[in-house]
T-cell receptor
């Protein structure tokens, strides 16, 4: 079992829809949670990061972490065709030396005009 | 502010050869991490360097190695290439401190034939 599991998609929604992207994780030591967006032939771009449980909002994007259920979510409001990309969740522990990110497999999102 | 620069963007190598990939982090960033991205395995951590020292290493064979120079630029080397080494190799830099969001480069697409 992978430490971070992500809904594989692909996901196709009409423009303006609310998109929900989800991951679960198994490592209780994970404290930092991130969402990356990756366009074709590009590197991942950091969208959101949160520490421990809670919500974080940035414009049309909201990240939620529920450590009790080990559940990570990203919501995109008023989705746009330019949001079409692969979305990757990632987690890492808080200790100083083990700073690597563990990624989910990614969800491919298409927003139709 | 310039982003993370990876060179070359594309490489084609023959089985058994070796290859060196280069990464220049964001100015002032002292931590550089390398990841391998394949369709089957997703993004997997290779290693991290900080101030010229390897701080952490993923579960890859010894054919994969890296180093970091005093100006924080990093190289990774893969010896005795195998077909399965074909992947997008991504470099990420991190400012450290309270920012746990890694900035990725666009990657080097390696094809082994």
């Amino acid at each position: 079992q992978k430490e971070v599991e992500q809904d594989p998609g692909p996901l196709s929604v009409p423009e303006g829809a609310i998109v929900s992207l989800n991951c679960t994780y198994s490592n209780s030591a994970f404290q930092y949670f991130m969402w990356y967006r990756q366009y074709s032939r590009k590197g991942p771009e950091l969208l959101m990061y949160t520490y421990s449980s809670g919500n974080k909002e940035d414009g049309r994007f909201t990240a939620q972490v529920d450590k009790s259920s080990k559940y990570i979510s990203l919501f995109i409001r008023d989705s746009q065709p330019s949001d079409s990309a692969t979305y990757l969740c990632a987690s890492r522990v808080s200790s100083g030396s083990a700073r690597q990110l563990t990624f989910g497999s990614g969800t491919q999102l298409t927003v139709l005009p | 502010k310039a982003g993370v620069t990876q060179t070359p963007r594309y490489l084609i190598k023959t089985r058994g050869q070796q290859v060196t990939l280069s990464c220049s982090p964001i100015s002032g960033h002292r931590s550089v991490s390398w990841y391998q991205q394949t369709p089957g395995q997703g993004l997997q951590f290779l290693f991290e360097y900080f101030s010229e020292t390897q701080r952490n290493k993923g579960n890859f064979p010894g054919r994969f190695s890296g180093r970091q120079f005093s100006n924080s630029r990093s190289e990774m080397n893969v010896s005795t290439l195998e077909l399965g080494d074909s992947a997008l190799y991504l470099c990420a830099s991190d400012a450290g401190g309270g920012n746990y969001g890694y900035t990725f480069g666009s990657g080097t697409r390696l094809t082994v034939v």
